[in-house]
């Protein structure tokens, strides 16, 4: 199966500013568990482009964040998630039918307890 | 249908807020400046004083001057309801007074495309109630 | 100490200033640029860095503080006073001078007299202006013998949290008109709009002018994409911006940061033991308008701004073509073609902004727009708008320097709506 992993920056990724709780290490990890990663940030691409530089991660995309429908479109894949710690990111997620965690979700990293070849997409939640 | 940030008339504002309840539309109209004044304030912004204050009914018609669509607003309040549209519409006895207004009966939430806004378009004052006895103007065009 | 008020030049016909070569404004002094405060290390809060900002413009010249007796500040940035990020209580403050918003997110003249140890203060004013005010206040100030060497304080803070984020679901006061309808960036977006359609352009025309601004701004030490994000912003970047309203997207919105700056302004005697060259403030003038109703309206913007160049055009007798450092405001990148084509610079008229952007407008051209990078390519600070003519004007901007003649420079901000322009020289007639 494939599911991809989509990570806003600023407030949600440890190198993120202000600074979130999913640290570079939890990304690594994700990435070597084989989910598609990438982010989708208000960050220019340049910048998000040198971020996953610094956490040595080739990332499978880097998005604008209210482009989310174009990396859906881009990478195949059977389920999708978007994390971020905005309104804004809530709703890119769920005008594209993601799935969503809150910044402070995602640091508890819940997608590790996904069954790798069997996975449903979860539904976003009512804001 | 509710609406996010509800109006809290103040002593200036409260006759505009009570004539929108009774269904009329309202603005302000310094007799010596010969001029009309929305929103309201305590005194004529031209000549400075509330001497020659007074309030004047219009005619509740109104030309769409052009719109924008909110995105990503300060205002928590409407966050669910992004991307929303503000359409300005201008009186049609004074165009130099305009007005917000989100336009249509679901007043234009949750926008999935940009919308094809007329502008130039006639429109016609309603009433709609934001909160239990607290109603606003808003605008319909007239087809 | 008596309280100014009223100072401004804001009524037609202004006619040459008085004070006209009196006043020079000389050194500058900056603190660290931070994106924000952390909310608990004091020697990095706004008053903190105020005093290192203060502290860095009199070393700039050569003076110690027994040798100002004047302060003109901004206690938050912002006209009436009010801070450019929101205030810190309700939370509890910090034992004493960080027990109020004092030194948090304001920071008045008479603090930094406290803290600093000023002993020969005659004259404080804290009226509270964007800096091209401050700027003006001061030189009146000095022109009409008020003080001899003052010193313009504007520090910007920003906290921890969102930026100006209103939970409220009651609006009251003026936020009624508005917040009822959702009302916010969308103004600044619509009017912007109006100006596309009034002259068939577009947003995407905005880029080439952003881009070279971020390009400029990365060229000043003191920016904050120079000291923190300091890659390069191509017109990709600008291109995919996430829209805030219709129009405006996140690259046309300044990015809030914490940091202050501070300037020595004094006479063009007292300018001679110092040891910068003096820069003359030719003209100052101020402007203040309501819109017509309750929307500003591209007529009302393009109203406003040609009474403002127009203006500043009689108050110091200069025309277009003597403007070699021109340094209009770009708080939101989308005001700046309205004072560009109502000062005329480069001969750009109504509607043509969008041409010119398209033209060579680089720091080595023959058209160098805001070669110190405006806040697109420095932050919400705000003062780049005086220092970089200020060292474009001194010879000293380094690899900002511009390549065309640096001889007069005008620097104009904040908005449409309320404005102050300032006129400066290397020769004071
Ligand atoms: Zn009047």
């Given at each position: 199966m494939a599911i991809l992993l989509s990570f806003d920056i600023d407030?949600?990724?440890?190198?993120?500013d202000p600074p979130g709780g999913v640290t570079t290490e939890m990304v690594r990890k994700a990435h070597e568990v084989g989910f598609i990663i990438g982010s989708c940030s208000d960050k220019p691409l340049s910048v998000q482009r040198k971020i996953w530089e610094d956490m040595e991660l080739t990332p499978a995309f880097v998005s604008a964040k209210h482009q989310l429908g174009k990396v859906k479109r881009e990478n195949p894949a059977d389920a999708y998630y978007h994390m971020g710690d905005r309104d804004t990111d809530y709703l890119a997620a769920k005008d594209n039918d993601f799935g969503f965690w809150w910044a402070h979700e995602a640091a508890e990293q819940?997608?590790?307890?996904?069954d790798m070849n069997n996975h449903e997409q979860i539904p976003i939640s009512p804001m | 249908m509710a609406r996010p940030i509800v109006p809290v008339p103040d002593p200036v504002s409260q006759p505009f807020w009570d004539a929108c309840n009774e269904g009329k539309l309202i603005v302000q109209y310094c007799s010596i400046c010969d001029r009309r004044q929305y929103p309201?304030?305590?005194?004529?912004?031209?000549?400075?004083?509330?001497?020659?204050l007074s309030w004047q009914e219009t005619s509740g018609r109104a030309k769409i001057v052009g719109y924008s669509i909110t995105y990503?607003?300060?205002?928590?309040?409407w966050h669910p309801l992004q991307p929303f549209l503000n359409v300005i519409v201008a009186l049609?006895?004074?165009?130099v007074i305009n007005f917000h207004t989100n336009l249509i009966d679901d007043f234009g939430?949750?926008?999935?495309e940009e919308p094809d806004i007329p502008i130039g378009a006639t429109c016609e004052v309603q009433f709609v109630e934001a909160a239990p006895g607290r109603m606003i103007p808003e605008w319909k065009i007239v087809k | 100490m008596a309280r100014e008020v009223?100072?401004?030049?804001?009524?037609?016909?202004?006619?040459?200033?008085?004070?006209?070569?009196?006043a020079v404004l000389i050194g500058r002094g900056h603190s660290p640029t931070d994106r924000?405060?952390?909310?608990?290390t004091l020697e990095k809060s706004l008053g903190a860095y105020m005093m290192i900002a203060v502290q860095n413009a009199l070393d700039d010249v050569g003076?110690?503080?027994?040798?100002?007796?004047g302060i003109i500040g901004s206690a938050g940035g912002q006209?009436?006073?009010?801070?450019?990020s929101d205030v810190w209580g309700p939370r509890p403050y910090f034992d004493?001078?960080?027990?109020?918003?004092d030194g948090l997110t304001h920071v008045t003249g008479q603090w930094l007299r406290q803290q600093m140890?000023?002993?020969?203060?005659r004259y404080i004013n804290?009226?509270?202006?964007p800096v091209w005010n401050l700027i003006g206040q001061a030189a009146q100030a000095i022109a009409d013998g008020r003080a001899e060497t003052v010193v313009v304080t504007y520090p910007n803070g920003n906290l921890p949290g969102?930026?100006?984020q209103d939970p409220s679901n009651e609006a009251r006061g003026p936020a009624v008109w508005p917040n009822t309808w959702g009302w916010g960036l969308s103004g600044q977006g619509f009017t912007f709009n109006q100006y596309c359609q009034k002259y068939g352009t577009?947003?995407?025309?905005m880029a080439p002018f952003v881009v070279q601004e971020r390009k400029n701004g990365l060229?000043?030490?003191?920016s904050y994409y120079a000291q923190h994000e300091p890659g390069e912003f191509t017109e990709e970047d600008y291109l995919n911006g996430r829209m805030i309203a219709r129009d405006l997207s996140i690259f046309d919105c300044d990015r809030p940061v914490l940091a202050a700056a501070a300037y020595v302004m004094t006479t063009a005697a007292k300018?001679?033991?110092?040891?910068q060259k003096p820069v003359y403030i030719l003209d100052h003038t101020e402007s203040q308008f309501t819109p017509r109703s309750l929307v500003q309206t591209i007529d009302d913007t393009e109203e406003w701004t040609d009474i403002q160049a127009q203006r500043s055009y009689n108050g110091s007798g200069?025309?277009?073509?003597?403007?070699d450092v021109f340094a209009p405001y770009d708080?939101?990148?989308?005001?700046?073609q309205y004072y560009i084509e109502a000062f005329g610079?480069?001969?750009?008229?109504?509607?043509?902004a969008h041409d010119f952007y398209a033209g060579d407008i680089s720091l080595k051209g023959p058209n160098p727009l805001n070669s110190g990078g405006g806040n697109m390519g420095?932050?919400?600070?705000?003062?780049v708008f005086i220092t970089d003519p200020l060292e474009q004007l001194q010879g000293?901007?380094?690899?900002?320097?511009?390549?065309?003649?640096?001889?007069v420079a005008v620097t104009h901000g904040v908005l449409p709506i309320t404005a102050g322009t300032v006129v400066m020289s290397t020769s004071p007639d």
């Open positions: 407030g949600t990724l440890e190198l993120g819940p997608w590790l307890e996904f | 309201p304030e305590a005194t004529c912004r031209d000549c400075g004083f509330d001497f020659h990503d607003s300060r205002l928590v309040q049609e006895e004074d165009p939430t949750n926008l999935t | 009223n100072w401004e030049r804001n009524h037609d016909p202004v006619g040459i200033w008085n004070g006209r070569g009196k924000r405060w952390d909310g608990e003076i110690g503080l027994d040798d100002v007796d006209g009436n006073g009010a801070p450019l004493a001078p960080y027990d109020s918003e140890g000023f002993k020969n203060l804290n009226h509270g202006d969102r930026y100006h577009n947003h995407d025309r060229l000043w030490e003191h300018a001679q033991d110092m040891k200069l025309k277009p073509e003597d403007i708080g939101f990148a989308v005001f700046t610079w480069r001969g750009v008229k109504r509607g043509e420095t932050g919400r600070m705000r003062t000293r901007a380094g690899d900002r320097q511009i390549t065309t003649k640096a001889e």
